[in-house]
């Protein structure tokens, strides 16, 4: 059986040679956000929760996350499950939502949209998901 080839997340977008940090994280029941603090403060642009199931961060780990988001931080949730989507932007607000994308395919998308300065607006890293991701 053939699989369907499917094209990367960036393709035909350029590549700068050099990408922003963006941490990738995994959420787990108990998660207190100390990795997040940590991430944050070892100068993370970005950082990318791998939810439990759809994209959902436990409370203690949220509200680290909600800290790393007011200080200017780009937080993503990616879901955990193999197939699927992420909860949408909507539901994830104030934060990102990695949508159709892995969170490892989130995690380049954002290296690479962060790679130019400082944090562009949350409206236009979205879009930038969400158009890979399609």
Same mark, same amino acid.
């Given at each position: 059986?053939?699989?369907?080839?499917?094209?990367?997340?960036?393709?035909?977008?350029?590549?700068?040679?050099?990408?922003?940090?963006?941490?990738?994280?995994?959420?787990?029941?108990?998660?207190?956000?100390?990795?997040?603090? $940590?991430?944050? =403060?070892?100068? *993370? #642009?970005?950082?990318?929760?791998? &939810? @439990?199931?759809? /994209?959902?961060? !436990?409370?203690?780990?949220?509200?680290?996350?909600?800290?790393?988001?007011?200080?200017?931080?780009?937080?993503?949730?990616?879901?955990?499950?193999?197939?699927?989507?992420?909860?949408?932007?909507?539901?994830?607000?104030?934060?990102?939502?990695?949508? $159709?994308?892995? =969170?490892?395919? *989130? #995690?380049?998308?954002?290296?690479? &949209? @962060?790679?130019? /300065?400082?944090? !562009?607006?949350?409206?236009?890293?979205?879009?930038?998901?969400?158009?890979?991701?399609?």
């Amino acid at each position: 059986m053939e699989r369907p080839v499917t094209r990367g997340p960036l393709a035909e977008r350029p590549v700068p040679s050099e990408v922003a940090p963006v941490t990738l994280l995994t959420c787990h029941l108990g998660s207190d956000g100390t990795l997040v603090r $940590a991430a944050v =403060a070892a100068g *993370a #642009r970005g950082i990318v929760a791998t &939810g @439990l199931g759809a /994209g959902f961060a !436990p409370a203690a780990e949220r509200a680290a996350l909600v800290e790393a988001d007011e200080a200017g931080v780009a937080v993503c949730l990616a879901r955990r499950t193999t197939h699927g989507r992420t909860v949408g932007a909507v539901d994830t607000a104030p934060f990102l939502s990695a949508g $159709a994308l892995t =969170a490892l395919q *989130a #995690r380049l998308v954002l290296s690479v &949209g @962060l790679a130019d /300065g400082p944090t !562009p607006g949350t409206r236009s890293l979205q879009d930038l998901l969400d158009g890979c991701g399609a």
